[in-house]
């Protein structure tokens, strides 16, 4: 299927895998702490470029859309879009399914979300339980996952960086 003239209704229908995969892989546009990965799977090297084309015009939220440059499988590419991680990511997220209604044979309630190995409904609120949020919940995050392998190996921990109420005061007067 050659899609030469942007994507029209239903253009995408038997092209994609309703899961949508977070953060899977690292982001080129930032560090990882600051940027949400967000992938799909497209049967197609065309409808993945289209899409490609279609997220990153079409979306001021999204920072980078791209495709693998070679096939996953057989006919099979992958598609990332970047988008910063915040606490609206989610919404974000629901927009970008909700208007894939338009392309593909998916409603917004078919897709799953794809997080470390586990798979569950997409929805707003299984987003926000489940992937950081902000920055700093990342790195917290991830940080209380390397002092429990540091434990388990006998390492001694290290501090999680957190904020007093003072800095974050300073920061707020000084608008950063």
């Known amino acids: 299927m050659q899609l030469n003239e942007g994507l029209q209704y239903k253009d995408l229908e038997g092209m994609l895998k309703p899961t949508v995969h977070i953060d899977e892989f690292a982001s080129k546009m930032g560090d990882d702490d600051n940027i949400v990965v967000v992938s ?9 470029k289209d899409l490609v084309n279609w997220f990153e015009k079409g979306y001021d939220f999204v920072v980078d859309a791209d495709r693998s440059p070679g096939e996953i499988k057989p006919n099979r590419y992958l598609v990332y879009v970047e988008l910063y991680r915040r606490n609206k990511t989610a919404n974000n997220i629901a927009e970008l399914l909700d208007d894939l209604t338009t392309l593909t044979e998916f409603t917004a309630s ?4 794809k ?19 902000s920055p700093a919940d990342y790195r917290q995050r991830k940080e209380k996952e390397l002092n429990e392998m540091r434990s388990k190996a006998g390492l001694p921990n290290k ?12 920061q707020a007067l000084a608008r950063i």
């Open 115 to 133: 997080y470390q190995d586990h798979s569950m409904p997409f929805t707003i609120e299984s987003f926000n339980g489940q992937v950081p949020t």
């Open 159 to 170: 501090q999680v960086y957190e904020r007093s109420a003072d800095i974050r005061a300073f």
């Open 40 to 48: 799909f799977y497209v049967r197609d090297s065309n409808a993945a």
């Open 110 to 113: 078919d897709w799953i979300m």
